[in-house]
T-cell receptor
């Protein structure tokens, strides 16, 4: 594809439910990143994949958050037992490699009611 | 935690005027990047300036970097209504595995 694709664009869920957010990176990009952005703030790093492995997951706020990238392309961010404080825009980015320019998707706006 | 801090938080100008946004950061860097975000969604990469560069141009954009002051500025010349957006500076974390963004400057350009 031409750019990073994220689905769904909007997700509304109830407190306590499980959600999955999907990211399709630019073809050939080995590095993939997830960020979370709250209203009025800049994006905050969650996790970085190099290939299939999570090279840095230090930004995940707690063990309710988990992300996978089983084939080194598409990634899924999984949130268990959602809380209202999880409401934010979740952004995915990809790059050709470590330290290279990151290209962002349009994000998934998650609303936890 | 936020590495960069943009200033001002909000800026309103008329079309044709220049807009200047500033960014300060805390740790040593290899490069600094500026991104634009429309309507709170995806970020678009604007320009990257390396630590050994002092100034860089791209179209109507001019970025300066002062590593001694740990600061950068983004100048948009001859602004247009389409420049209305939030602008963020970003630097890499120590491991180089993530970008750290400031809170951004919200620019409004009225026609």
């Amino acid at each position: 594809g031409a750019g990073v694709s994220q689905t769904p664009s909007n997700k509304v869920t109830e407190k306590g439910k499980y959600v999955e957010l999907r990211c399709d990176p630019i073809s050939g990009h080995t590095a993939l990143y997830w960020y979370r952005q709250s209203l009025g703030q800049g994006p905050e790093f969650l996790i970085y994949f190099q290939g299939t492995g999570a090279a840095d997951d230090s930004g995940l706020p707690n063990d309710r958050f988990f992300a996978v990238r089983p084939e080194g392309s598409v990634s899924t961010l999984k949130i268990q037992r959602t809380e209202r404080g999880d409401s934010a825009v979740y952004l995915c980015a990809s790059s050709t490699g470590w330290g290279d320019i990151q290209y962002f998707g349009a994000g998934t706006r998650l609303s936890v009611l | 935690s936020q590495q960069g801090e943009e200033d001002p938080q909000a800026l309103s100008i008329q079309e044709g005027e220049n807009a200047t946004m500033n960014c300060s950061y805390k740790t040593s860097i290899n490069n600094l990047q500026w991104y634009r975000q429309n309507s709170g969604r995806g970020l678009v990469h604007l320009i990257l300036i390396r630590s050994n560069e002092r100034e860089k141009h791209s179209g109507r954009l001019r970025v300066t970097l002062d590593t001694s002051k740990k600061s950068s500025s983004l100048l948009i010349t001859a602004s247009r209504a389409a420049d209305t957006a939030s602008y963020f500076c970003a630097t890499a974390n120590q491991a180089g595995t993530a970008l750290i963004f400031g809170k951004g400057t919200t620019l409004s350009v009225s026609s």
